[in-house]
């Protein structure tokens, strides 16, 4: 049962990842996922 409720957190972690991933990459953003974390860019308009 508990390695189900992982299986399914996991699941839900990489859903939303690929959400996210989508969003930024809709407005020219990247999202790097890695062991120590994650960091995005996400370039603003009008913002230099």
Same mark, same amino acid.
């Given at each position: 049962?508990?390695?189900? +409720?992982?299986? =399914? =957190? $996991? *699941?839900? +972690? &990489? =859903? =939303?990842? /690929?959400?996210?991933?989508?969003i930024l990459?809709a407005h %020219? %953003?990247?999202? /790097?996922v890695s062991? /120590?974390? !994650? $960091? !995005? *860019?996400?370039?603003? &308009?009008?913002?230099?």
């Amino acid at each position: 049962l508990l390695e189900a +409720a992982a299986q =399914a =957190a $996991r *699941e839900a +972690a &990489a =859903a =939303a990842t /690929d959400t996210v991933t989508g969003i930024l990459q809709a407005h %020219g %953003g990247t999202l /790097d996922v890695s062991k /120590d974390g !994650f $960091r !995005f *860019e996400l370039p603003l &308009a009008g913002v230099s």
